[in-house]
């Protein structure tokens, strides 16, 4: 078996703890979904989540749920269209599993209380398009509230369950027994109430529902909450990451100035998919003759497109041109749109929408198998913090809540059966009785000052952007590296505290070893600059450092152009040397080991993975 890291953050010990059979972090559709359905197997089920309930990414979500509902449609077509979207790079056999289940899951999500925009005359949903897509399947809500309805329903489903909640809380690490399995985790409860201060959720299961990580760059679509935490949880507990090069550039946000920073306001894709246009400041079509979908073609090939056209003309930005719909369509299927519009002084009724490109998904994440099992036994993980395979290099829109959805199902039926699989020495996962969390030595890891957030985002934005090459992420390397070093000159002495499981050996026909990504050597280190002091603004901070490393690293493996990764130094895409993923975890010394697969098929996370 692989060394577990043994690192932790710098944290006061947990100054209370309660237990479950399970803990879910995060409140997203992933996560509500999997804590419903493990409650309703019975299990003592926890949720943690960094603000409310329904502060999560999904309530931002506008454009809707994809699924193979409308008559004529079938799982098989949306299998084609995701597998065209993905680039080459998605898995097959995940991909079948979420056209097929997905449907039954979007039904299941009405049951429990989501309620979709019906036709007046037929009553059945009213299904729109959106890029990528050949077919009508997007079901929404609200017109352009969908994932607002879809929290609505899942957070008044848990209260009504009466779930155990743990709001306003950070995930700090996973917690581990005698055997090295998971047995629960440590967290930060900001501000006063039953529980305040670090503490503990001791459970034999962990699921990680955390989200993204948009926050890594200047301006994103994802929350201020989208600090990449469950990736950084995952690696410090010696899971493995992968495709995390393959980050989603939105290519229609709302343009609020050049520097603007934070999260900014979506301009959903299905404003393109009832027929806006993409259009150049002179009023051109640009999109016309780049794909044979036009405006609706998969999103990376969109951003590129406008990119490009911002690059010849000099522009910081482009415009989209929904005046055609009138005031009744506006004010009816995009009220949101509409509302974000006009409190930035733009009216899409009357005028065209500036738009550029912003982060907006992480198509990799922590791997995992197709019950959402990850490397490291008892610790699974599921939605945008996960990847499951299913959007290889681009993720095909609104594929996301339905990613959600299906897994996180799975997960449950996996938890409740109490063999969640087993690691590379047949010791089942899952539910399978666990110990308590034992000290075990673990490498304390500095805090990164909180002062540094933005110097990373800016780092980021412009090394690891839309536009990459190897000159500008080797540049982001260096200087996230001296990030780094300033505060951690070289690996810790050992401190006994609740700490990571060790990640299961790679199984057969896992990939060789490519490479390190290493840190400086410690003698060279001078590392003058004091750790932060432990709160939530360095724990973020640290844990945006960490993802950033990761994903730099990646892309600058990468030497490729494919899906949302766009390599200027090398424009085409690549399959004989490339058409294969690269799987990353952090050694115990906190490098980054690198590997790529042999295929595009993943190695097992487990001994029992396939296995009927």
Not at 186 to 195: A, I, N, R, T, Y
Not at 328 to 338: A, G, N, Y
Not at 410 to 437: F, K, Q, Y
Request: hydrophobic letters at 40%.
């Amino acid at each position: 078996m692989l060394p577990a890291p043994g690192i932790r953050l710098d944290a006061p010990a947990p100054g209370w703890a309660i237990d479950a059979d399970v803990v879910v972090v995060g409140s997203g559709v992933a996560g509500l979904t999997a804590a419903l359905r493990c409650a309703a197997a019975g299990l003592s089920t926890v949720v943690v989540t960094k603000a409310r309930l329904d502060d999560g990414s999904t309530r931002w979500a506008q454009g809707g749920i994809a699924a193979a509902l409308g008559e004529g449609d079938s799982p098989e077509q949306h299998l084609a269209d995701t597998l065209v979207a993905g680039a080459g790079l998605c898995d097959e056999e995940a991909v079948r599993l979420l056209v097929t289940e997905g449907p039954g899951a979007v039904r299941r999500l009405i049951a429990t209380g989501a309620h979709f925009d019906t036709s007046p005359e037929t009553g059945e949903i009213e299904l729109t398009r959106e890029g990528g897509h050949h077919r009508r399947r997007i079901a929404h809500a609200g017109g352009d509230a969908t994932g607002a309805e879809i929290s609505r329903a899942l957070v008044e489903a848990v209260r009504t369950a009466g779930l155990r909640t743990i709001e306003n809380a950070l995930v700090l690490d996973l917690l581990t027994d005698a055997s090295g399995r998971t047995a629960g985790i440590s967290l930060h409860v900001m501000g006063e109430g039953q529980h305040d201060g670090v503490g503990a959720v001791r459970a034999p299961a962990v699921v990680l529902a955390t989200g993204g990580m948009g926050q890594i760059f200047s301006a994103t679509t994802n929350p201020a909450v989208s600090t990449g935490d469950g990736v950084a949880l995952a690696l410090r507990a010696g899971a493995e990451v992968s495709d995390l090069e393959f980050v989603q550039f939105h290519p229609t946000v709302l343009f609020l100035g050049a520097g603007s920073e934070g999260q900014q306001p979506l301009v959903s894709e299905a404003v393109r998919g009832e027929g806006a246009h993409l259009v150049d400041a002179s009023g051109t079509r640009f999109m016309l003759g780049q794909h044979e979908l036009a405006e609706l073609a998969p999103r990376d090939i969109v951003a590129k497109a406008i990119m490009r056209r911002m690059r010849e003309q000099g522009a910081d930005h482009m415009y989209l041109d929904a005046r055609h719909f009138g005031a009744e369509m506006w004010e009816h299927r995009f009220p949101t749109i509409l509302a974000a519009c006009r409190a930035h002084g733009i009216d899409p009724v009357s005028e065209p929408i500036p738009v550029a490109p912003a982060a907006h998904y992480a198509s990799g994440g922590v791997r995992t198998d197709s019950y959402g099992r990850t490397t490291v036994p008892g610790l699974y993980a599921c939605g945008e913090v996960a990847c499951t395979g299913v959007h290889g290099a681009n993720r095909l829109a609104s594929n996301s809540l339905l990613e959600g959805l299906v897994f996180a199902e799975r997960i449950a039926a996996d938890i409740a059966e109490g063999d969640g699989g087993a690691d590379g020495d047949g010791t089942a996962s899952g539910t399978a009785p666990a110990g308590a969390p034992v000290p075990v030595a673990a490498t304390v890891l500095p805090l990164i000052d909180p002062g540094a957030r933005a110097h990373i985002q800016r780092v980021m934005s412009l090394g690891a952007g839309v536009l990459r090459s190897a000159e500008s992420l080797a540049e982001a390397a260096r200087a996230l590296e001296a990030i780094r070093a300033e505060t951690e000159p070289a690996p810790g002495p050992t401190a006994p505290a609740p700490g990571p499981a060790a990640a299961p050996a790679p199984g057969p026909g896992s990939e060789e070893p490519l490479g390190t990504h290493s840190a400086p050597d410690p003698d060279t280190v001078s590392g003058t600059a004091k750790p932060a002091v432990p709160g939530v603004d360095a724990w973020e901070t640290t844990n945006l450092l960490c993802v950033a490393r990761v994903l730099t690293a990646a892309a600058l493996e990468r030497e490729e152009t494919r899906g949302c990764h766009w390599r200027e130094d090398r424009p085409d895409r690549d399959d004989r040397a490339w058409h294969r993923h690269l799987v990353i975890r952090l050694a115990p010394d906190r490098t980054l080991v690198v590997h790529r697969t042999e295929s595009t098929a993943f190695p097992p996370t487990s001994s029992r993975e396939h296995q009927p």
